[in-house]
């Protein structure tokens, strides 16, 4: 029973490493990583299904699901639940959404980053916006610090988790995005980030920019202006995120949905 057990953990962290260099090398592609972001078991299992590469968490959709506000407003528990049920069930590399790290405190924030990864996830999102009575954007030289932070503790510990620094500029509306993008992504790229996440960002001489500005693979996500796929790729980008689109958009529907019944006095409208 002793070795059965020991053989089993080393099977459980040979696969969690297998699936981090797998989940690494997706970003090195001349196509971009194209995520699916989910909210539940059910959305992994279809992406998986449906021939994704790999998938990641929408703390905005996950927490909306559960009759929460975003930022962090869920509490951490609930977010490892959901983590811990997804990542028994799929195959392919989990990556998830931690928001500002669900603690101001580093030992904690950390620690939340460990549990992650004991459960097998393979990266995570960290952004550099925090909501306390309301969303505010952290100091990049102070943000860049908690980066350098993470990262050394986690090569002390030998875990292997890919770092996606989002950077907020565009999403807190300040008065000159790019440039403050620019500034953080020198920064965050110093301070041991993995990868570059730049939601909102969509001219497209700005992003060609921002890639060329670093080394680091970089990230955006759905917007109603965003380039297609092929553009994307053309301007170097490596990955592409859903954000909660596809949750609101399915919301959006079941409402519809919920509203032809009631209207019509009939399930007619599910089966048409």
């Avoid at 790019?178 to 909102?200: M, N, V």
Wanted: hydrophobic residues 40%.
């Amino acid at each position: 029973m002793f070795l059965e057990a020991v053989s089993l953990c080393h099977n459980f962290k040979q696969n969690i490493m297998d699936k981090f260099i797998t989940f690494k090398d997706l970003h090195n592609h001349n196509s971009p990583l194209l995520l699916g972001n989910v909210w539940d078991v059910q959305g992994a299992l279809l992406f998986q299904k449906l021939g994704f590469k790999a998938i990641g968490t929408s703390s905005a959709a996950i927490a909306t699901s559960l009759g929460y506000e975003d930022g962090e407003s869920m509490p951490f528990g609930e977010l490892l639940r959901i983590v811990k049920s997804i990542q028994s069930k799929v195959e392919i590399p989990l990556t998830v959404d931690i928001e500002g790290g669900y603690s101001r405190e580093i030992s904690e924030l950390i620690d939340n980053i460990v549990a992650l990864h004991k459960l097998g996830v393979v990266g995570i999102n960290i952004e550099d916006s925090i909501t306390n009575t309301q969303r505010e954007i952290l100091i990049a030289e102070d943000f860049s610090k908690i980066i350098q932070s993470i990262k050394s503790c986690l090569l002390k510990s030998s875990i292997n988790m890919f770092l996606n620094v989002r950077t907020d500029a565009y999403i807190m509306g300040l008065k000159n995005p790019f440039e403050e993008t620019l500034k953080r992504i020198e920064l965050y790229e110093k301070s041991g980030a993995d990868g570059i996440f730049i939601p909102c960002i969509v001219q497209e001489n700005e992003i060609k920019k921002a890639v060329e500005s670093t080394i680091l693979p970089v990230n955006v996500m759905c917007m109603p202006d965003l380039p297609n796929f092929k553009n994307l790729e053309t301007l170097g980008v490596k990955r592409i995120s859903m954000g909660p689109f596809l949750y609101n958009n399915a919301i959006e529907k079941l409402e519809n949905s919920i509203n032809n019944i009631v209207s019509n006095k009939s399930f007619d409208t599910l089966f048409s």
